[in-house]
Every structure is written in structure tokens, then in C-alpha cells.
């Protein structure tokens, strides 16, 4: 854990203790700002992997929002418990209770653009103030409300400015190492960057979280938009580029993102770099857990080996997987892959009529008759037949009605994810 989360850890469990305990006096004691401290204490230790942490953050927010409401006007003369109203608004709190304290501040101890602009936010109407909240950014750079502020601004212009939203993302995380307002941030930069195909800076912050956020809750976004990432920008993103962010993983998880790629590169037609993840995902087997997952790698790996590989290997591969081993999902996708190599496999009917003319003589043989034939044309008398083209054409439109099928049934079981 960071020096930053560690800062206030002892005084803050000493706190969290008051809390649970009860203790009227101590509970007397507890300014809104010490309270703030031991909210930001568990909800860092959230972003950090302890998720135990998750009731503990529900309870003190619950405590924080009746202390708030209880508290004498005269307390919100002290700016620290002004700014740990601000931050338990932005933290998860509940709104309205930012709007029933700044409704009784007569003193003005609550700067009226945040509150403003924190309304608006709150009700989906960020856009309204961007411009005023851009200019208070720097203004409350160094304050204990800055870090906040940059990731609502950074929100707030998600879809408007990217450019702008990535530097807001940036001065949070600076701003605030170690803290769940780092995590979000990271993860949110790394959700533009893939969504705006910035590659070089998708796969910076990829490493940086998974250096410093591996455990988080949210991680499973992380791995989401990383596999996306890596998936949608095939070749621009390198097997080197890869194992430098997932090395960094035990190897359970690296093999889980893995699996995630070769799935996802199958579906989307690379065949190498499905083979290439479902490769990396079986070399990890041994060192994971037994969770029935390890059948995964080879079925990704032989179902992309289809269209250009030992087709008739690669279907025995997956035939010989358990029913039982395979999700739904998984099991729809070996049908549509058995499919698929059936229609590769199969040789079209064609009549004999369409590869002999006349008595013996093969079309090959009158086309190097014919001194006038044109090259890959048929001479007259060795038009084509009318029952062969049938033929063909039934061949044509079967295979593309069982792809069709495969299509909808992709559809239907959800496998674009």
C-alpha cells in the first residue's frame, strides 16, 4: 500500500473503532473531517484488494450521512468539515444531503460554483457547467477536494473532449496515488484510449494498472477493456506487448485474460492470435487452479485452426471435449465451428455431365480443340449443362444458409463478447 493511503491508517482504525463501538463521547469527538479520513481509509483499502472492506464502506457512509445532517450549523465554520461534506457527496453519499446542509449555510462556508456544479452533476447535467468547472480545477488544485473535482471534470467531458477528459484523468491520479480516486481514474483513461484507438497510451495505462490495481473490485473492467484492446488492434498491439502487461499477473489470471482473447479473437476471424493466447492460456494450466477451465485453451485454439489449419484434426480436438466441461455458450460455439469445417470438408456434387462433352472427350481436351476458344471458355458445342449449374447453385446457397444459421445462433447464444 502506498504512503498515501498509509497517512492516516492507525488514527483512522482508532476512528472506524469509535464508530462500531458506540461510544457517545468518543462519537462526540468525531468532526465530520476525522470521519471523511476513515471513509477515504476503507475505500482506498477497496481499490487495494481488501474486498471485506465493501460492508465497512456502507456503514460508515450510512454514519456519515446522520452525523452530517446532526451536526450544528457552526461546525461547517472549519473549511476541513466543509470539504468532507464535498468529499462524501462525491465519494457515494447521498446528494441530498449535500443540498440539505448548503441549504442552512447562512455564512456562506459553501462555495457556490462547486455546489453548483456538483448539482448539475449529479442529475446528469455535467455538460451544463463544464466551462465553470474546467476553471476551478486549477483553482483547487492543492486543496483536499482537488483530486475530486479533476475526476468529475474528467466525467463530465468523457464524451465531449477527450483530450481535455484524459489531462483531468491524469492530474487525479497525480494527484491522488494509492486512493480509489487513482484506480478510477486509470481505469476510465484506459477506457477512452481503447474506445479512441489510442494504442501506445491504452497499453501504458494497462500496466500501470495492473502494477498497482491488480486486486481491485473492478478489476474484471480492467480485463474487459484490455482484451479489447488487444483484440481490435491485432498486430499494432504485439504478442510482446501482451505478455509485458499480463507477466505481471499470477498465473492464474494471466491465463483467464488469455482464454478471454483467444474467445474473443475467434469469434472476430485471428486465427493467430487466437491460437497464440489459447497456446499461452494451456502453458499456464498447471500453475492454476482445477477449475474445469483448462479444456478452454483447446477448444479456442483448434476451433481458430478451422479455416486454415488440419481441419479434420482440429474437429476431433473439439468433439473429444466433454459436453459437461463446456458452458453454454462454449458449446454453441463448437457447434457453429463443427459446422463451419463440415461445410469446408464437404465436396459439391457435381453431375458428370458438367465435366464431359460429348463422346468421351472432356471439356479441357476441346478447349485445346478449339483454335478459337477463348481461355477458360467453353466452345458451343460444350455449353454448359442447365442440371449441373442447378447443382452448383444448391451447393452455394446451402453453404451460405448454414453460415447464416451459425450467425443467428452466435446471436442468440451472445457470442459477439
Same mark, same amino acid.
Given at each position: 500500500?502506498?504512503?498515501?493511503?498509509?497517512?492516516?491508517?492507525?488514527?483512522?482504525?482508532?476512528?472506524?473503532?469509535?464508530?462500531?463501538?458506540?461510544?457517545?463521547?468518543?462519537?462526540?469527538?468525531?468532526?465530520?473531517?476525522?470521519?471523511?479520513?476513515?471513509?477515504?481509509?476503507?475505500?482506498?483499502?477497496?481499490?487495494?484488494?481488501?474486498?471485506?472492506?465493501?460492508?465497512?464502506?456502507?456503514?460508515?457512509?450510512?454514519?456519515?450521512?446522520?452525523?452530517?445532517?446532526?451536526?450544528?450549523?457552526?461546525?461547517?465554520?472549519?473549511?476541513?468539515?466543509?470539504?468532507?461534506?464535498?468529499?462524501?457527496?462525491?465519494?457515494?453519499?447521498?446528494?441530498?444531503?449535500?443540498?440539505?446542509?448548503?441549504?442552512?449555510?447562512?455564512?456562506?462556508?459553501?462555495?457556490?460554483?462547486?455546489?453548483?456544479?456538483?448539482?448539475?452533476?449529479?442529475?446528469?447535467?455535467?455538460?451544463?457547467?463544464?466551462?465553470?468547472?474546467?476553471?476551478?480545477?486549477?483553482?483547487?488544485?492543492?486543496?483536499?477536494?482537488?483530486?475530486?473535482?479533476?475526476?468529475?471534470?474528467?466525467?463530465?467531458?468523457?464524451?465531449?473532449?477527450?483530450?481535455?477528459?484524459?489531462?483531468?484523468?491524469?492530474?487525479?491520479?497525480?494527484?491522488?496515488?494509492?486512493?480509489?480516486?487513482?484506480?478510477?481514474?486509470?481505469?476510465?483513461?484506459?477506457?477512452?484510449?481503447?474506445?479512441?484507438?489510442?494504442?501506445?497510451?491504452?497499453?501504458?495505462?494497462?500496466?500501470?494498472?495492473?502494477?498497482?490495481?491488480?486486486?481491485?473490485?473492478?478489476?474484471?473492467?480492467?480485463?474487459?477493456?484490455?482484451?479489447?484492446? =488487444?483484440? +481490435?488492434? /491485432?498486430?499494432?498491439?504485439?504478442?510482446?506487448?501482451?505478455?509485458?502487461?499480463?507477466?505481471?499477473? %499470477? &498465473? #492464474? !489470471?494471466?491465463?483467464?485474460?488469455?482464454?478471454?482473447?483467444?474467445?474473443?479473437?475467434?469469434?472476430?476471424?485471428?486465427?493467430?492470435?487466437?491460437?497464440?493466447?489459447?497456446?499461452?492460456?494451456?502453458?499456464?494450466?498447471?500453475?492454476?487452479?482445477?477449475?474445469?477451465?483448462?479444456?478452454?485453451?483447446?477448444?479456442?485454439?483448434?476451433?481458430?485452426?478451422?479455416?486454415?489449419?488440419?481441419?479434420?484434426?482440429? =474437429?476431433? +480436438?473439439? /468433439?473429444?471435449?466433454?459436453?459437461?466441461?463446456?458452458?453454454?455458450?462454449?458449446?454453441?460455439?463448437? %457447434? &457453429? #465451428? !463443427?459446422?463451419?469445417?463440415?461445410?469446408?470438408?464437404?465436396?459439391?456434387?457435381?453431375?458428370?455431365?458438367?465435366?464431359?462433352?460429348?463422346?468421351?472427350?472432356?471439356?479441357?481436351?476441346?478447349?485445346?480443340?478449339?483454335?478459337?476458344?477463348?481461355?477458360?471458355?467453353?466452345?458451343?458445342?460444350?455449353?454448359?449443362?442447365?442440371?449441373?449449374?442447378?447443382?452448383?447453385?444448391?451447393?452455394?446457397?446451402?453453404?451460405?444458409?448454414?453460415? /447464416?444459421?451459425?450467425?443467428?445462433?452466435?446471436?442468440?447464444?451472445?457470442?459477439?463478447?
Amino acid at each position: 500500500m502506498t504512503r498515501h493511503s498509509q497517512r492516516f491508517r492507525f488514527p483512522s482504525c482508532l476512528l472506524i473503532g469509535a464508530l462500531l463501538c458506540g461510544n457517545a463521547a468518543a462519537e462526540d469527538e468525531l468532526a465530520p473531517y476525522k470521519v471523511v479520513r476513515s471513509l477515504q481509509f476503507v475505500q482506498d483499502s477497496v481499490a487495494q484488494g481488501d474486498h471485506s472492506a465493501g460492508e465497512m464502506q456502507r456503514f460508515i457512509l450510512e454514519t456519515m450521512d446522520e452525523r452530517l445532517r446532526a451536526a450544528p450549523v457552526s461546525v461547517f465554520d472549519d473549511p476541513r468539515n466543509v470539504d468532507a461534506a464535498l468529499v462524501y457527496a462525491m465519494s457515494g453519499g447521498n446528494p441530498a444531503t449535500l443540498e440539505y446542509l448548503v441549504a442552512r449555510d447562512i455564512e456562506g462556508n459553501f462555495d457556490s460554483r462547486v455546489i453548483d456544479a456538483l448539482r448539475k452533476y449529479f442529475d446528469g447535467q455535467g455538460a451544463l457547467v463544464a466551462r465553470s468547472l474546467i476553471d476551478m480545477v486549477p483553482e483547487y488544485r492543492d486543496t483536499r477536494i482537488g483530486a475530486y473535482l479533476a475526476l468529475v471534470a474528467g466525467n463530465i467531458l468523457l464524451g465531449s473532449n477527450v483530450n481535455e477528459a484524459l489531462s483531468f484523468f491524469d492530474q487525479a491520479r497525480l494527484t491522488a496515488p494509492g486512493t480509489i480516486i487513482e484506480e478510477a481514474a486509470l481505469r476510465r483513461s484506459l477506457a477512452i484510449s481503447v474506445e479512441s484507438n489510442l494504442v501506445p497510451r491504452a497499453l501504458a495505462m494497462a500496466n500501470r494498472y495492473v502494477r498497482r490495481f491488480l486486486h481491485s473490485p473492478y478489476a474484471s473492467q480492467f480485463a474487459d477493456l484490455f482484451v479489447q484492446l =488487444v483484440v +481490435a488492434n /491485432d498486430g499494432a498491439v504485439t504478442h510482446d506487448d501482451i505478455a509485458a502487461t499480463l507477466e505481471m499477473m %499470477d &498465473a #492464474a !489470471r494471466a491465463r483467464e485474460i488469455y482464454l478471454r482473447i483467444a474467445r474473443r479473437a475467434t469469434l472476430a476471424g485471428r486465427s493467430d492470435l487466437a491460437r497464440h493466447a489459447a497456446a499461452e492460456a494451456e502453458a499456464r494450466a498447471s500453475a492454476a487452479p482445477d477449475d474445469g477451465r483448462e479444456v478452454l485453451g483447446s477448444l479456442y485454439g483448434n476451433v481458430a485452426a478451422i479455416p486454415s489449419g488440419d481441419v479434420a484434426s482440429a =474437429v476431433k +480436438a473439439i /468433439d473429444d471435449i466433454p459436453d459437461d466441461q463446456l458452458s453454454e455458450r462454449d458449446r454453441a460455439l463448437r %457447434d &457453429a #465451428a !463443427r459446422a463451419v469445417a463440415e461445410q469446408i470438408m464437404q465436396t459439391p456434387a457435381v453431375p458428370a455431365s458438367h465435366t464431359q462433352v460429348g463422346q468421351g472427350n472432356t471439356v479441357d481436351e476441346q478447349v485445346k480443340d478449339d483454335p478459337v476458344a477463348a481461355p477458360g471458355q467453353t466452345p458451343a458445342g460444350g455449353a454448359s449443362d442447365p442440371q449441373a449449374d442447378d447443382a452448383y447453385q444448391s451447393f452455394v446457397e446451402r453453404g451460405r444458409s448454414q453460415l /447464416d444459421a451459425i450467425d443467428a445462433l452466435l446471436k442468440q447464444k451472445g457470442m459477439s463478447r
